[in-house]
């Protein structure tokens, strides 16, 4: 259960429109941080489902209907987030509730036709947030494909900073060793601000010994995140060419990227209209037209030789059973998406590699603004990921004023537990904080913390 820091303060009035992955995971945990929630959805089940399980109101009908977001209550609503299957209708609910209330308006936005023309649609329909998850999922997947030692990549400070998660390997040299013994060792400037063991998350101290086997989250300035990586001899190398199975939005998207990268592709697909499809989309892509789950297939098209296999099917199942098959098979660096939750448990257990959950990525974008636009009076949230299956936040403050946190010394702070200051961005120069250093109106702040629910720079203090 997230716990909601500021009780005394009220939650914003929210509609969300369309209850599929992503509306149920913002629900989730929407309700949770204390708003006040409406759902609208054509399924009647699903709505009855619920609001038998959360504290919110629920309302069949069309979410782009006048009369049924006047039902809703827009007209007193702060935030309406329209994320149904459609980008049309997702489109049209946040006009028609621009024309009638005062209230912000997010949109889930995924044909690439669209994505093209984002900024010119949130200027002229007067969004305040589009999202594509499927081209969220897609950077998620390049990033980790130009690191493949990595885990996972996630950038902040508009990408001048990055948050590497790896795991230690046998006989590494961090294997046995102390964070103040590894400052001794290493010049490079790096926090290392999470790790996980045997299922156990731990902001650590100076005297947190590292063991194989741990998975460390690491904070660095771009410039310096390969440099700190081959001091521990990981290789750094991008990967030089790709397999992609499916040939859906994410694998387009991907593909594009990896394309203007300089990597090879070659995507399979089944449906023999998508392939032509591709080919015109993907002129530089090899579109193989056959069934990526035959092993007959896949070894005539050479993944044994493979450097990297990302398996991006509709169905979770054969994700799952793709990527064991190439770890068998082969040593590509491999990426699963994931869409749904269910079986978590079990999923971590499995030696899956990167995995890529692209409704955790928009639900997170969302709650980052929804936590901006709520209370903060000194700070606002620029940047929000969820760690280590929801279990640590890592949230980048933009300090638009002074208060209790700027001009003293961060040695001299009372900060609550279980948190760390990863890096202050002042005018795009990342500083790893020392005692002695200060925070600034005008600099963005990284805090990594187990606590949940911040709002603003001043949450971190007891």
Do not use: W
């Not at 750094?236 to 939005?249: A, E, H, L, P, S």
């Not at 790893?432 to 109106?441: H, N």
């Amino acid at each position: 259960m997230v716990k909601n820091l500021n009780p005394g303060k009220q939650g914003l009035s929210i509609i969300i429109v369309g209850c599929g992955k992503v509306g149920v995971t913002l629900i989730e945990q929407l309700s949770n941080e204390g708003h006040d929630i409406t759902i609208i959805d054509k399924d009647a089940a699903k709505i009855q489902s619920l609001t038998n399980l959360y504290d919110i109101m629920g309302i069949v009908g069309n979410g782009a209907s006048y009369s049924v977001q006047m039902e809703a209550g827009i007209e007193n609503t702060d935030l309406i987030i329209a994320v149904t299957d459609s980008d049309e209708l997702n489109l049209l609910c946040c006009t028609v509730a621009k024309r009638v209330g005062n209230c912000a308006a997010i949109a889930r936005v995924r044909t690439p036709d669209y994505s093209k023309e984002v900024g010119y649609l949130q200027e002229k329909l007067g969004l305040s947030l589009i999202i594509n998850p499927e081209l969220e999922a897609a950077k998620e997947a390049a990033r980790i494909l130009y690191l493949p030692t990595a885990l996972e990549v996630n950038s902040f400070a508009h990408g001048q900073a990055e948050l590497i998660k790896f795991k230690i390997p046998e006989g590494n040299l961090l294997d046995g060793i102390t964070l103040a013994n590894l400052g001794q060792i290493i010049t490079t400037e790096v926090v290392v601000c999470a790790i996980e063991r045997d299922g156990e998350v731990y902001i650590p101290s100076g005297d947190f010994k590292m063991a194989k086997g741990d998975i460390i989250s690491f904070v660095a300035s771009r410039k310096v995140v390969k440099s700190f990586l081959e001091t521990l001899k990981f290789k750094t190398k991008r990967v030089r060419n790709t397999m992609i199975i499916g040939g859906g939005k994410v694998a387009y998207y991907l593909a594009h990227q990896l394309l203007n990268m300089g990597i090879a592709v070659k995507i399979i697909e089944i449906d023999r209209a998508r392939c032509e499809e591709l080919s015109i989309l993907l002129p530089k892509a090899v579109i193989i037209n056959g069934d990526g789950t035959d092993e007959e297939l896949l070894k005539e098209e050479g993944i044994e030789n493979a450097e990297s296999f990302v398996p991006l099917t509709g169905i979770d199942e054969e994700n799952i059973l793709l990527t064991l098959h190439a770890r068998q098979v082969s040593s590509a660096k491999v990426i699963t998406k994931i869409n749904r939750i269910n079986f978590k448990n079990v999923i971590s257990k499995l030696d899956l590699g990167s995995v890529v959950y692209p409704r955790y990525i928009t639900s997170e974008a969302i709650i980052a603004y929804v936590r901006a636009k709520k209370d903060s009076m000194n700070s606002n949230i620029e940047t929000l990921y969820h760690m280590f299956d929801h279990r640590v936040e890592a949230i980048e403050f933009l300090v638009e004023k002074d208060s209790a946190v700027t001009g003293i010394p961060l040695k001299d702070l009372a900060l609550k537990k279980d948190l760390i200051i990863s890096f202050i961005n002042r005018n795009g120069r990342i500083l790893i904080p020392r005692g002695q250093d200060c925070i600034k109106a005008g600099d963005t702040v990284m805090i990594v913390t187990t606590h949940t629910g911040f709002n603003d720079i001043q949450d971190i203090l007891k």
